[in-house]
């Protein structure tokens, strides 16, 4: 029916949520009473009315810059660079005091993520115009990740930053944001230079 199929079609739109999926959600809103689908429908405009991009690292954020690149107690020199918000939150779970930069994704050309699409421009200019001591790539050693950052420290090579990549404990194809915290820790204190 028109509207149910108009949703689901929404619904189908999302990672992970085939036709059925969409389908059965599409039914859910409908039983839901009134101010519930309300409450969602503000949710949903909240988002993307408060949420934004923080102009400095790239992270999602209520207000810019961040409360991170606002903070006066990070370590300035120090930069960690990840993926999307989510490895930056699990990075924040554990000692990390520096700032973060944020790059939108990682490089994969078959699916037109070139390095245009992502922040590494910007993350280059930052290091070129800032003293960073080092610049700590949190990225998953997947064939995506390994690709991005052979490519930026290529960039960044003879620039004077110290560069390093987590060394351990987070095996082939592990995401960061499904590490513990212990094991992002640990892969964070084993750090190795680029
Ligand atoms: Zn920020």
């Excluded at 389908?23 to 405009?45: H, K, T």
């Excluded at 934004?52 to 207000?63: A, D, E, F, V, W």
């Excluded at 095996?171 to 640990?186: G, K, V």
């Amino acid at each position: 029916m028109g509207p149910l199929d108009e949703l689901a079609r929404y619904f189908q739109k999302m990672p992970s949520v085939g036709a059925r999926s969409a389908q059965r959600l599409a039914f859910f809103i409908l039983s839901q009473p009134q101010n519930w689908v309300d409450g969602f429908i503000q949710s949903l405009q909240a988002v993307k009315k408060d949420v934004r991009y923080c102009s400095q690292c790239h992270n999602i954020t209520l207000t810019d810059p961040c409360e991170i690149c606002r903070d006066p107690d990070r370590i300035r020199g120090l930069l960690c660079v990840v993926a999307d918000p989510r490895d930056q939150q699990a990075i924040e779970k554990i000692s990390y005091r520096g700032l973060y930069h944020i790059l939108g994704g990682l490089l994969s050309p078959l699916d037109s993520i070139t390095p245009e699409v992502l922040k590494i421009d910007d993350l280059v200019q930052k290091i070129r115009r800032n003293n960073y001591r080092e610049v700590f790539f949190a990225i998953n050693p997947t064939v995506e990740g390994e690709a991005t950052i052979l490519y930026i420290a290529d960039l960044l090579k003879g620039l004077g930053v110290r560069m390093t990549r987590i060394a351990y404990g987070l095996p082939t194809n592990a995401n960061i944001d499904y590490a513990d915290e212990l094991t992002i820790s640990r892969a964070y204190e084993g750090r190795v230079e680029i």
